[in-house]
């Protein structure tokens, strides 16, 4: 049996209209991504916004093989169709395919190093309209087989996809099977969280396809098994987070208009560098750059800063380069512990233009940014960018919301 509907397209996001408020660039101190507490795949490779280095339960507070021919397609136009609740007894599969979106840390503050060893932050995330693609396939068949393509070039059991998939049969004792194939846009390593959204979203949508019926809070506690940030994922929506990550408090409508993200499209430049998250956290003049810790209402309000876009800026030159050069469009800021680097916008059509200028320039060997020409383009590399609204909703959270499975 075969049902189908087209894919949903998210809304188009309406004019922004006012000015980001980042602080003065040579004060900028990036954003890092504070996400839900958890140990990531490599203490090495924390991701995006700060991923932080700690574990941690969440608190959230409110405001194999191809899998066969036999499948039931739900996608995120308008309902979808219902399907057959998927069983061992039942060979036909269930399919989904969403945005898995990044986010930037509007602002990250470090408040000081705990008795435990991990650090107090304090943060601000917001989801952008922009991630990798996702199709996911499931079926119920006891055999728990999981494939993952296209391999991107290290072991599939490091695979946050994969673990969050043997994660929740493990926890549910449900040996679905599961094929996931991937559009991959977001760089790795680049503070935007990437890797946790798409663990996150494998959570979710497996959640709901294979009928696993696990509660937010219970798929945000497995979360925070494979990383700070994937519950902040998990939750799906713009946030204020504090401790280690593990407090997240989903900001409100009124709190969103304050921080005026419903005003802005970012433009997000990533230079070509990888940077460990580990390596910034123990960095020695860290202590140097704390900050007192500020009511959630005085940050909403600005000025933003990154307390460790100084740290970073002396190790890549490349990241101090690219907010240098956006400093002609704004108060450009890092995401995270970097390297992508962003700035905001009220008008779209300008947003786009900064970017093709972006995409016309390359960065050195040395890590110095220059226009790109026959010379420079043999001895460079490109700068990875583009340009995205804020969203109050996961695209994923939305795909769901308009999809429904039952018995027939």
């Known amino acids: 049996m075969t049902i189908s509907a087209t894919q949903a397209k998210l809304e188009e996001p309406a004019k922004l209209e006012e000015p980001a408020k980042l602080e003065e660039p040579a004060k900028l101190e990036a954003s890092a991504k504070l996400e839900a507490s958890a140990k990531l795949e490599e203490p090495a490779k924390l991701e995006a916004s700060a991923k932080l280095e700690e574990p941690a339960t969440p608190a959230i507070k409110a405001a194999p093989e191809a899998i066969s021919s036999n499948e039931v397609i739900a996608t995120t136009t308008a309902p979808c169709p219902t399907a057959n609740t998927i069983s061992a007894e039942d060979d036909a599969s269930v399919s989904l395919e969403v945005l898995s979106p990044c986010k930037i840390n509007l602002c990250l503050y470090v408040l000081g190093k705990r008795p435990d060893g991990f650090h107090n932050l304090q943060s601000l995330f917001a989801l952008l309209n922009f991630g990798d693609t996702m199709r996911f396939t499931v079926r119920n068949d006891g055999q728990g087989l999981i494939k993952i393509t296209p391999d991107l070039g290290f072991p599939l059991t490091d695979n946050l996809i994969y673990k969050a998939a043997r994660l929740l049969q493990e926890y549910t004792q449900v040996n679905f099977s599961l ?105 020695p003049t860290l202590s140097s750059h704390y900050s007192p810790k500020q009511s959630k209402s005085a940050i909403l309000q600005g000025p933003w800063r990154n307390d460790f876009t100084p740290i970073v800026q002396n190790k890549f030159a490349a990241i101090g380069h690219t907010l240098d050069r956006l400093v002609k469009y704004g108060h450009p800021a890092m995401s995270g512990t970097g390297a992508s680097c962003f ?38 590399q490109t700068l990875f960018s583009f340009v995205a609204p804020s969203v109050q909703l996961s695209p994923v959270h939305q795909a769901l919301a308009s999809c429904s499975l039952r018995k027939s």
Do not use: W
């Open 179 to 283: 094929n996931v194939e991937m559009t991959k846009v977001l760089p790795m390593g680049g503070g935007l969280g990437g890797g946790s959204s798409n663990a996150a979203t494998t959570l979710l949508v497996v959640n709901h396809l294979a009928q696993l019926n696990l509660s937010e809070s219970a798929l945000c506690e497995l979360g925070a098994r494979l990383g700070s940030d994937v519950p902040f994922f998990v939750v799906g929506k713009n946030a204020y987070v504090e401790g280690r990550g593990e407090v997240i408090m989903p900001l409100s409508a009124e709190e969103i208009e304050l921080a005026q993200l419903d005003k802005h499209y970012f433009l997000v430049v990533t230079p070509p560098c990888h940077v460990s998250t580990k390596a910034i956290f123990t960095d």
């Open 343 to 380: 700035v905001a916008f009220t008008e779209l059509s300008q947003a786009y233009q900064a970017q093709q200028e972006c995409q016309d320039l390359v960065i050195t060997p040395q890590g110095h940014i220059v226009e790109k020409n026959a010379d420079s383009a043999l001895r460079g």
